[in-house]
């Protein structure tokens, strides 16, 4: 019996490894080739190489089986579910956010200077709004959190999903957004177990990266702007807003429990 566990997470390790470097080989090959073909305009050739091998990243795992969308059944209420997962990721843009300014990490200049390339433009908007959330959850709900699940099972299921939430919040490659990554990856997993779809989970990630383009887009603020600034220096309004997403929050979060 031993052995046959040991066996059974030796290939589901080796499952999520290749998962991982399939994901990272095909974003570093796309993105050469566009900036090999695209060599005077750089941030053209990464916005497109970005987009590029996310859309061949979500064909290949829905391809070789490796994900599923798992439309059917995931909740007796779908589009309840998915509108109380909408209002409460709306409800957790600022007690986030404020998080990580209160715990003092920055993100990286480098970073940073990337964020600004690729919302220089519309496809980069389309890009980090709708492609790359949903490449990401069919790369890390749909294929390696599944497939861990499988391998830990049911008693072991949030080993499986901290896992997954953790090689998610590597990805990000830096604190601040690693951070962000690992507390949202919990929850998004917790989402995948209980529906057995990764639906949920994109919808809570366009929501979320979508709004913060268009914040970004309508108020005019740099990657690198507090929160008191994105709230024009008014305190009393940032603590209000605080204060109203905590307070909307909690509601919606039991909602979505009770439609699962």
Not at 30 to 48: E, G
Not at 215 to 240: C, K, P, R, V, W
Request: proline share 3%; glycine share 8%; hydrophobic share 55%.
């Amino acid at each position: 019996m031993m052995k046959a566990n040991t066996k059974k997470g030796i290939i589901a390790g080796c499952d999520v490894l290749l998962y991982i470097i399939t994901f990272l080989v095909v974003q570093v090959m796309v993105v050469a080739v566009c900036n090999a073909l695209l060599p005077k305009d750089n941030t053209t050739a990464f916005i497109i190489g970005q987009t590029a091998s996310a859309l061949l990243t979500i064909g290949l795992f829905f391809a070789l089986r490796w994900a599923r969308i798992g439309l059917k059944g995931f909740s007796e209420k779908p589009l309840t579910l998915l509108l109380w997962i909408g209002f409460f990721t709306l409800c957790t843009l600022v007690p986030s956010t404020m998080a990580i300014e209160t715990a003092g990490i920055d993100m990286p200049k480098e970073y940073e200077e990337i964020f600004e390339k690729i919302l220089s433009t519309p496809l980069g908007y389309f890009c980090v709004s709708v492609i790359v959330p949903i490449a990401e959850e069919v790369v890390f709900r749909g294929g390696i959190l599944r497939r861990l699940l499988q391998w830990f099972g049911k008693e072991r299921r949030w080993v499986a999903i901290a896992t997954s939430a953790l090689l998610f919040a590597l990805f990000h490659g830096n604190l601040a957004q690693g951070i962000h990554a690992f507390t949202i990856g919990l929850f998004l997993g917790w989402l995948f177990y209980r529906t057995n779809s990764i639906v949920p989970g994109v919808v809570f990630h366009l929501v979320n990266n979508t709004t913060a383009v268009v914040l970004s887009l309508t108020l005019g603020i740099d990657q690198d702007a507090t929160l008191l600034e994105m709230f024009g220096g008014n305190a009393t309004l940032l603590y209000a807003s605080l204060a109203a997403s905590i307070a909307l929050g909690i509601p919606a979060f039991y909602k979505i429990i009770k439609s699962l």
